[in-house]
């Protein structure tokens, strides 16, 4: 926040605390000894070198499992699980180092904002100097098209105004007014006697005194809060990260065992050491970070082409378990497209129709579609709308745009929708100017010169003598004035912003010869418009499918109150209460903060500060924030959310580099789309995390099982290692695939401290290694009886058999997988085609060992017969055969069945 003192002082009073003069500036004395204390240059945030960054990335917890399996890979000689692994670990280092070093650019990009250069006055005489040496007490001019070197307060100004959009979220430029002063503490966004860092000026001129510079200005604030946030982890890298602790000391401590045990029972050494090595490597889930990886990349795929734009890859998975989206309103919530949406005149009051800057729509009284151009007075509003305006309705690729002036954009689309174009001579223009509030221009209209004029109502009215009223003109009396201000205020209280349209036929000889203040006196009112900044098509039932969905949404603006709260209203995020404003922020605790912004859900007239606050209040409760902002003081705020999410269109580059997705089209309802995208996708990776662990455990429970019940060995180091290549690779990745679960959207927000074996996974993990372990014994078992009972000593079919049924086991339980609330029979058993060719490849390539003689050799199997067969795919795919059969009688003989109910 800025010190009220620079906004409530008097400008002498301000000149003389900076010890400055407006006619001479600071002399060569002054400035040699203030550059040895300030300087103009907002400083970046310790940097971190390239390589720094690469090598850090190789600390993760899981990723040192991976080398160490690389490791043990390599010297057993399993040089293809090595060099598989090696490539996952290295593929995953240089996408975590393009995030992180993305990231380190943000605050790069604020400094760019700086003016290169600054006219000051000094020693008396105007030069031009580097913005970054300017200092307190320089008096400095500024005009349209420069941008703001450093705060400024206005001294003297002529029709200036500022686009403060990236600093305060104001959509329109700012009228300035040197003469303000304030009694008490305001917000950004009100102190019009201010002129800040960064910001650009559209329009006029001023002479200002430089009050703070450098990281001391309301932009360096910024760049200091950008500096301090640190980025958390999302919730899935802590899941992952204390996955891969639990791995490691488990998958020790069993594989150390199993060898021990073997080694004790009398199995020789070497091939023991080999096959608690191989079960360790097969145990670790090292395809895990490449399916997370492949499937968050996937993810981002399907999010571009629904205008969601990912920067950082666990953003996908983070959206997922989003409970609060803090909106901004401008072009976010709304179409950032000023649009006339009443238009009045003393007889009747027209409610207009259309989208955005289009010139197609209706005109209604009452619900009856009407010509305006029908009625005298609605005519002269159009006419004047059209033709006391400078700017131009274009046509760009298909799309309307408006060039020129918001406000007068919106008038101009007004009068378009009816038919009326400028097409009567122009002869002269007295312009707007924020003192005046009105605008006038002199037209030739069938030989007449008439003047139009538009502006504030209560300016307006104040010229006016006379209305226009049933087709004629009347003396305007209290009455009028009594409705005007009636109508005035309902449209206000709907954040609609009024203008009046009045006009003077003139005598052609003798308007040359009057002044314009003159000539804007004893005008005929006919009129007022009110136009509004409108909601986006579709946000209002975004806004209710995130309602729906558990998920809190907010705004958080800098606009007026009255405008928020009528936009909020409108699109259903109105909560209870009025709206909360920036200067109520700073007067409550965090507790009351956190219980305004569940209930009420409305911010207005709120700075960078105070987003950054909200944001750390609502994590701090537990909630998952995305945080959407397109201006420079956004930044902090997306900075410190777990989803920073930009704006592509009107978005600044500051913002962009400090978020972690950037909306293409600036759409709310984009961001309700990529939770959609976001939830499925969490759910596809415990969908792989349920498939890969189950295997896993399923495999070393075979070998401590047997181990422990005195059996020999029911697999060779190189068939663990196979089994390891067939099924953790293809399938999982296919069920990455899987297409979202039916009402996705209508479940709650998962909590960001649920464990990643929550709402039974763990179980479901456990159960499933269990019985692949004990399906995968019994057909070792019914191999070595079978073996022994026709006397052959070798228990090469009875391994075949545990194999074959261990990688079937595996394959019909990758379908069980594809969803934790449908049977495979309810999805569609082929709906995920990735899938079933995935299973048909693995289910190929175990033949190929079965029955091709060279990998017999290899891998030590024996060609099975059709009883064995028969038996292997009885008990591997067992649950699978109820789970059909289950959902076959249901269907067949239950009446009211409802969708989702087996989950066996």
Known sequence: MINSLWYQESIENILELLKTSSDRGLNSKEVQKRAAEKSNVLEGGHKTSPFSIFFKQFTDTMVIVLLCA?????????????????????????????????????LEEIKKLAAPYARVLRDGKKINIPAQELLPGDIVFIEAGDRVPADLRL????????????????????PKDPSSRFTQEMPL??????????????????????????????????????????????????????LGKYLIVICLLVCGLVTLMGIYRGEEMLTMFLAGISLAVAAIPEGLPAIVTIVLALGVQRMAKRNAIIRRLPAVETLGCTTIICSDKTGTLTQNKMTVRRMATLDKTILIEGEGYNP????????????????????????????????????????????GDPTEGALLV???????????????????????????????????????????????????????????ISVLQPRHQNYLNEVQEEWAAQALRVLGFAYKKLNPRDWHHVNSHEMERNLTLVGLCGMIDPPRVGVKDSVSECIRAGIVPLMITGDHPITARAIAVEIGIAGEGGVITGPKIDQMPDQELYQGAIKKRVFARVSPQHKNRIVKVL???????????????????????????????????????????????????????????????????????????????????????ASLLGMPLPLLPIQILWINLVTDGLPAMALGLEAPE???????????SEAIFARGLGAMVFKRGIYIAIVTLLAFTAGLVVSRWYGVEDIGVARTMALTTLVFAQLFYVFECRSERFSPFELGFFSNRFLVVAVVCSVFMQMLIIYLPFFQNVFKTIPLDGWQWVLILLISGFRLLWKFILYTWQRLFLSGFEYGKINA
């Open 189 to 242: 966004a009100d102190l019009n006697n201010l002129a800040f860092m960064g910001t650009g000026v559209t329009r006029g001129r001023s002479k200002a005194v430089v009050i703070l510079t450098g990281m001391d200005t309301v932009m360096g604030q910024i760049a200091r809060m950008m500096k301090n946030e640190k980025q958390d982890m999302t919730p899935l890298q802590i899941k992952l990260d204390q």
């Open 155 to 174: 001294l003297e100004s002529s029709s200036l105004e500022i686009d403060e959009a990236s600093l305060t979220g104001e959509s329109l430029p700012i």
């Open 360 to 403: 197609q729509g209706k005109f209604l009284l009452g619900k009856k579609a009407v010509n305006p151009g029908d009625d005298t007075a609605c005519n002269i509003v159009l006419e004047i709308a059209a033709h006391c305006n400078n700017s131009s309705l274009e046509i760009n690729q298909g799309t309307y745009e408006i060039n």
């Open 619 to 705: 994590k701090k409760h537990g909630h998952v924030v995305a945080m959407t902002g397109d201006g420079v003081n956004d930044a902090p705020a997306l900075k410190a959310s777990d989803i920073g999410v930009a704006m592509g269109i009107i978005g600044t580059e500051v913002s962009r580099e400090a978020s972690a997705m950037i909306l293409a089209d600036d759409n709310f309802s984009t961001i309700v789309n990529a939770v959609y995208e976001g939830r499925a996708i969490y759910d596809n990776i415990r969908k792989f995390i349920r498939y890969l662990l189950g295997c896993n455990i399923g495999e070393v429970l075979v070998m401590f099982l």
């Open 742 to 752: 039916p009402g996705i959207m209508r479940r709650k927000p998962r909590p960001r």
């Open 414 to 472: 007004m009068a378009a929708k009816a038919g009326v174009r400028p097409s009567f001579k122009r002869l002269k223009e007295v312009p707007f100017d924020s003192e005046r509030k009105l605008m006038s221009v002199i037209i030739e209209k069938n030989g007449e010169h008439i003047l139009l004029v538009k502006g504030a109502l209560e300016t307006i009215t104040s010229l006016c003598s006379q209305v226009m009223e049933h087709g004629g």
């Open 70 to 106: 690389t490791v043990i890979s390599g010297i057993i000689g399993a040089m293809a699980d090595a060099i598989t692994i090696m490539a996952i670990v290295i593929l995953n280092a240089v996408l975590g180092f393009i995030q992180e070093y993305r990231a380190e650019r943000s």
